[in-house]
């Protein structure tokens, strides 16, 4: 009797082992991405995939008196996405005419932004002006010469600043090595 007991149980074993084999092998495994843990909804949608240093997305969208750019863009990353959570994107205006998405890759990531002017000697001076915590959309740079928003993050004990502009030489937009560049 102990006997069969033991043959049952290798039997099933063995039948488990092919079975996930068998899954396993079938499973299209070039499409699949990892879920990201903790991934603020929209970041889902971007290819973070092979990026685990970036923290955060950036799309330029141009502009701001042209709404096509926003349009094709969250028609092309985020047509599947809840109309609510594409209705609660934030908009901050610094003042300027250049508008970027801004998506954070994990939902604890804090955004604390700082508008920049100049002094009286010329010297950069920040205020602080508030902090933002999702997805939101940024309309900033009225002076081509530098970035009038500075917006600093502090994640998983390291500190990070970041002020978008374009560079006027190769008229792209400035990455830093943990911002993924959408296009």
Same mark, same amino acid.
């Given at each position: 009797?102990?006997?069969?007991?033991?043959?049952?149980?290798?039997?099933?074993?063995?039948?488990?082992?092919?079975?996930?084999?068998?899954?396993?092998?079938?499973?299209?495994?070039?499409?699949?991405?990892?879920?990201?843990?903790?991934?603020?909804?929209?970041?889902?949608?971007?290819?973070?995939?092979?990026? +685990?240093?970036? @923290?955060?997305?950036?799309? #330029?969208?141009?502009?701001?008196?042209?709404? *096509? $750019?926003? !349009?094709?863009?969250? %028609?092309?990353?985020?047509?599947?996405?809840?109309?609510?959570?594409?209705?609660?994107?934030?908009?901050?205006?610094?003042?300027?005419? +250049?508008?970027? @998405?801004?998506?954070?890759? #994990?939902?604890?990531?804090?955004?604390?932004? *700082? $508008?920049? !002017?100049?002094?009286? %000697?010329?010297?950069?001076?920040?205020?602080?002006?508030?902090?933002?915590?999702?997805?939101?959309?940024?309309?900033?740079?009225?002076?081509?010469?530098?970035?009038?928003?500075?917006?600093?993050?502090?994640?998983?004990?390291?500190? *990070?600043?970041?002020?978008?502009?374009? %560079?006027?030489?190769?008229?792209?937009?400035?990455?830093?090595?943990?911002?993924?560049?959408?296009?």
């Amino acid at each position: 009797m102990k006997k069969n007991v033991n043959v049952i149980i290798t039997i099933a074993l063995i039948l488990t082992l092919v079975a996930f084999f068998i899954s396993y092998m079938i499973t299209d495994t070039e499409d699949y991405k990892e879920p990201i843990k903790n991934a603020y909804p929209l970041a889902e949608k971007l290819d973070f995939t092979n990026n +685990d240093d970036k @923290l955060f997305a950036i799309i #330029y969208l141009g502009d701001s008196k042209d709404s *096509y $750019n926003e !349009k094709y863009y969250i %028609n092309k990353y985020f047509k599947d996405v809840d109309k609510e959570i594409i209705d609660s994107i934030s908009t901050i205006q610094i003042g300027g005419s +250049d508008k970027y @998405l801004i998506i954070p890759k #994990y939902e604890n990531i804090v955004f604390n932004l *700082y $508008n920049v !002017k100049k002094g009286t %000697n010329g010297e950069l001076i920040e205020s602080y002006i508030g902090h933002v915590e999702n997805a939101f959309y940024l309309y900033c740079n009225e002076d081509s010469t530098y970035s009038n928003v500075n917006i600093k993050i502090a994640y998983d004990g390291k500190n *990070y600043s970041y002020s978008p502009g374009i %560079n006027k030489d190769t008229n792209e937009i400035v990455i830093d090595d943990y911002i993924l560049e959408v296009n």
